[in-house]
């Protein structure tokens, strides 16, 4: 058995999508053009990009007793991350997301968190020695707060370095910051933790000075296109670390993968410093907006250049 060094604390939600020449208005009824399902949530889709860059992984997560459920418990398998953890109920279906596309490329999203809703402080405990045993814990927020909390404080009292993805952004409480080795929001996530507009490299340091005042060790801000940026409790001085300018074909999920390469390098490349560490998970998010889909379009470490892993 593969050895389990990351452990993710996170959603598992099955996309439908529905494309259609316009978004329907109440009570209209519309013919689609075409339809797909795809295997989404943020823990799982980071979860997926670290496993496929070599990561021994296990997914801490719960799924209904339904269809979806089994397939996406099948997916994980596939992508050869560790299951033990990941728990059915009969209570609630698998969270889904059932989405309309339009000629135009804008979206109506409904989000059902269904089963990871039903994801407890308990299920934490039972995977305990499971994290105690790891190098690095993932969370973000589509589970209950008080789960992921207690993953995080279970964590730091064993050592592990602790990785959060605010997502989605929402108000804190203190002791989720102190648990906090790295925070990792997006441009849109930091101004609603903050109040701080963050639009640019140059405005972002008042945010992080503020993420930072929290109690986070570490904080980086991801800019899209921009790149990140990103400071330290022992060196406040922002750092800039530009991305690779491409024609983005499908910029959805991007952000998970950015975190899941993240938290493979800060696991398997510690020798690395935390400027190169971003830029390289930097570089493999850049690489998965260049096909359509979520997990469809994060690649495998056979399709990245190997000096990455030097």
């Given at each position: 058995?593969?050895s ?9 939600n ?7 020449p ?33 990561a ?21 398998q ?19 997301a ?26 934490v ?9 790891a ?21 730091k ?11 989605p ?51 980086i ?29 499908d ?31 930097g ?18 470490r ?7 892993f030097?």
């Amino acid at each position: 058995m593969t050895s389990i060094d990351l452990v993710v604390v996170g959603s598992c939600n099955m996309d439908l999508i529905s494309y259609v020449p316009r978004l329907p208005v109440p009570g209209e009824t519309l013919h689609g053009s075409k339809f797909s399902m795809g295997f989404g949530g943020k823990g799982a889709n980071q979860c997926v990009m670290a496993a496929r860059l070599g990561a021994g992984t296990v997914m801490i997560a719960k799924v209904g007793d339904d269809m979806f459920g089994k397939n996406y418990i099948q997916n994980l398998q596939e992508n050869e991350i560790n299951i033990d953890h990941v728990s059915r109920t009969a209570e609630a279906s698998t969270g889904v997301a059932p989405i309309a596309v339009n000629d135009k490329g804008e979206n109506s999203i409904i989000i059902v968190s269904g089963a990871n809703l039903l994801l407890s402080s308990q299920d934490v405990h039972s995977a305990e020695n499971v994290i105690k045993n790891a190098s690095l814990l993932i969370c973000q927020l589509e589970v209950a707060m008080d789960t992921t909390l207690e993953a995080m404080k279970i964590a730091k009292s064993h050592n592990v370095t602790t990785v959060l993805n605010p997502a989605p952004a929402q108000s804190l409480p203190d002791d989720l910051y102190k648990n906090c080795d790295v925070i990792v929001p997006n441009e849109t996530e930091a101004e609603i933790l903050t109040g701080i507009k963050v639009t640019s490299v140059e405005d972002s340091q008042k945010a992080i000075e503020c993420l930072l005042g929290r109690g986070c060790t570490t904080v980086i801000i991801t800019l899209g296109h921009q790149g990140s940026v990103y400071a330290t409790q022992g060196s406040r001085k922002i750092v800039h670390v530009p991305a690779d300018e491409v024609v983005a074909m499908d910029t959805t999920g991007a952000g998970d993968a950015f975190v899941g390469a993240l938290g493979y390098f800060m696991t398997y490349h510690k020798h690395l410093d935390l400027r190169e560490q971003i830029r390289r998970a930097g570089r493999i998010a850049t690489q998965s907006v260049l096909s359509l889909g979520t997990q469809t379009s994060y690649p495998y470490r056979k399709d990245i250049p190997e000096k990455l892993f030097n």
